[in-house]
């Protein structure tokens, strides 16, 4: 036990991340159960149904959703991969150069090409 | 024995790190509500008081979050129970652990090691604070969607497209930065801007990359549903968004979420933009004005001046997001997806292609 | 210690990736995927790959799963109206297949893998953008061109609709 604990690199900012995950995590859970802890409970039907201005809900929730949050979604993900793509080489930016500079272009001109698609297309407008 | 050092250090610094977060929430929030009373013309809150003292209604808060713990803790019939639980904790947890990678002083001395004053100096900086930010539109969709209640789903699907829309723009506008200072790591992006640019001013970030602030900035304020992005609560339409129906202590997690967002932002503009702890013109020896004058200073003073510096920065851009939410009025939410795709995403694009010209001027130059 | 943090963070991910597909609730799902994708990260940090393990978490736990949980509202089928998985023949067939895959693998990691311990840095976010932006140049630039149908094609499927 001692050889495992004198095994933990402490130093390791990575064990801070850890140590602060596992304290977030549980502060986290803590104050929901905290909450239901100390709150009292009396059920009441009305109480206890869904918000609608004070009166009887009138449709159901489960609608659906428009398609357009789901090409939201996957626009996103394309452009969270490209600036993910991008730090790299922005940390390297001044090493490579103007190759550098060209290669990027290039992949974001290619990107560009999927936005300026959408934008025609219409997917990018919300009335 | 070293092991030692590093554990208390290591625990020592997440412990400052989350008392200063924290304690900023209540601190913010009397902030918020005074600023308003006087921007509107009214007093504020004023009433609650220990032992006789008001403090100027400082001590609300503190009696808004006891009365909130004691309130019925409730869930409405029809919502998934599991998942409305967990709505509050995805929202908070990574609220909390954004903060770690700021710097928050210059590195110190202590019995011999030299000790980082920040919780975790990661070689992956920046893109830890988009990891972990990231996951808190998690808590949005969960609650909007658990609740089973349209008001609360139309909420939670407006703020989750609207935070996803922006943090696009947020990755993309500190590219520029990111190029200048060839680094990710903040401790080292802090460091850069206490160099002078042409002997005279400081090289703060929103001197080096003025656009860039202005992109960041704005969607600083979109992520953390601030107005005049607020739409996910625009109470005028879907009464309260994504945590209509959550009450009791669970939707006071949802609003000190938003709070710590609002200071971590805060803090990240002044890192990044505005030197972090850097005060312009003070070395380690004092201060340096570009003239010649100089003027020792000891080294104490100068560690708390630069910790000083960095609270203050944290407290005025703190004070900007209430400041803004007063002053400015709410946008429609197709307005708010048009400048966050037609208008934030080529801008931040040309922003890193100016930057790359400029960079290659002055590299192939030099 | 390492060995340790990598069975729990092991034992996690796999735990995670069968409740994935054994859990009625797609939102459940959902939920576990983001909590195996973590402990992947997580697995990625113990071998010093840092920059992956960011990635993993800002490209995979935030936007893949983000489109998932979209996709699940967009159907947004009603909990009594689920379909009910049963085990059929085919599917019994998939986890004999799993079976083999994961014995195949074991006897390839044994066989062929000397788990070295990585430099400190190999990992950092400049070695990576090194070795993406010179020898592996060419996958990069190719990767947009992927993303770039991934675009046209989901605009292509809902245009109908906008």
């Not at chain 2, 203050?312 to 400041?323: D, E, S, T, Y």
């Not at chain 3, 014995?103 to 990585?118: I, N, Q, S, W």
Request: net charge positive; proline share 4%; hydrophobic share 60%.
């Amino acid at each position: 036990m001692a050889n495992l604990v004198s095994s933990i690199q402490f130093a390791d900012p990575y064990f801070s991340v850890l140590l602060l995950l596992i304290i977030a995590v549980g502060m986290s859970v803590g104050f929901v159960f905290l909450s239901q802890a100390l709150g009292p409970r009396k059920y009441d039907r009305i109480k206890y149904s869904v918000y609608e201005c004070g009166v009887d809900p009138f449709t159901s929730a489960s609608v659906r959703v428009s398609v357009k949050f789901y090409l939201v979604a996957l626009l996103f993900l394309l452009f969270d991969l490209e600036t993910a793509f991008l730090y790299p080489w922005a940390v390297l930016f001044r090493d490579l150069g103007l190759f550098g500079f060209i290669e990027m272009t290039i992949f974001v001109g290619i990107l560009l090409v999927g936005l300026v698609y959408a934008w025609k297309k219409g997917a990018l407008d919300w009335q | 024995m070293s092991g030692l050092f590093d554990l208390v250090v290591s625990v020592a610094r997440v412990a400052v790190m989350l008392a200063f977060t924290l304690s900023l929430v209540p601190i913010f929030v009397w902030a918020e509500r005074k600023g308003a009373a006087y921007i509107q013309d009214r007093r504020g809150p004023n009433r609650a008081r220990i032992l006789g003292l008001t403090l100027g209604g400082l001590f609300h808060p503190l009696a808004d979050a006891l009365k909130l713990l004691f309130k019925e803790d409730f869930i409405p019939d029809g919502a998934h129970r599991l998942f409305y639980q967990m709505a509050p904790m995805f929202a908070l947890a990574p609220a909390l652990m954004t903060f770690a990678v700021i710097p928050f002083g210059p590195p110190v001395e202590i019995a011999g090691r030299v000790v980082a004053l920040q919780v975790a100096d990661l070689n992956v900086g920046i893109l830890y604070i988009f990891a972990i930010s990231g996951m808190s539109v998690y808590g949005v969709i969960l609650a909007g969607w658990a609740s089973n209640s349209k008001y609360p789903l139309l909420g939670g699907l407006r703020a989750s497209a609207q935070m996803i829309s922006y943090e696009v723009a947020l990755g993309l506008s500190i590219i520029g930065l990111v190029m200048v200072f060839r680094s990710v790591r903040l401790s080292e992006i802090v460091a850069s801007q206490g160099t002078l640019l042409w002997g005279i001013v400081p090289k703060w970030g929103v001197f080096v990359q003025p656009l860039g602030f202005l992109l960041f900035l704005v969607a600083v304020f979109a992520e953390a549903n601030r107005t005049p992005f607020d739409l996910p609560e625009g109470e005028s339409e879907i009464v309260a968004g994504f945590h209509t129906e959550y009450g009791s202590f669970k939707f006071s997690i949802f609003f000190m979420a938003e709070y710590i967002h609002m200071v971590v932002g805060a803090a990240l503009i002044a890192t990044l933009f505005f030197g972090g702890w850097q005060v312009p013109y003070l070395a380690d020896s004092g201060f340096l004005l570009p003239g010649g004058l100089a003027l020792g200073l000891p080294g104490a003073l100068v560690f708390f001046l630069r910790i000083g510096a960095f609270v203050g920065k944290v407290f005025f851009f703190a004070w900007l997001f209430i400041w803004v939410r007063w002053t400015i009025p709410r946008f429609r939410y197709d307005q708010v997806m048009r400048l966050g795709w037609k208008v934030l995403l080529p801008l931040s694009l040309a922003n890193i292609f100016v930057t790359g010209l400029v960079l290659l001027l002055i590299d192939g130059g030099a | 210690m390492e060995p340790i943090l990598f069975i729990v963070f092991g034992a996690i991910a796999v735990g995670g990736a069968i409740m994935v597909v054994t859990r009625r609730h797609p939102m459940s799902s959902a939920l576990f995927l983001i909590l195996t994708l973590f402990a992947v990260a997580a697995l990625f940090v113990l071998r010093q790959a840092h920059f992956l393990a960011a990635i993993q978490v800002i490209v995979y736990a935030g936007a893949v799963v983000v489109l998932f949980i979209f996709v699940i509202m967009l159907i947004n089928v009603p909990e009594n109206k689920l379909p009910l998985e049963r085990l059929t023949g085919f599917r019994f067939l998939g986890i004999m297949v799993a079976g083999l895959f994961i014995l195949e693998a074991a006897l390839v990691a044994r066989r062929f893998a000397t788990p070295g311990t990585p430099t400190a840095d190999s990992g950092s976010v400049e070695a990576v953008g090194r070795a993406l932006f010179t020898d592996y140049l060419l996958a990069f630039e190719v990767t947009s061109v992927l993303l770039l149908a991934a675009v046209i094609g989901a605009i292509a499927l809902a245009k109908k609709r906008i």
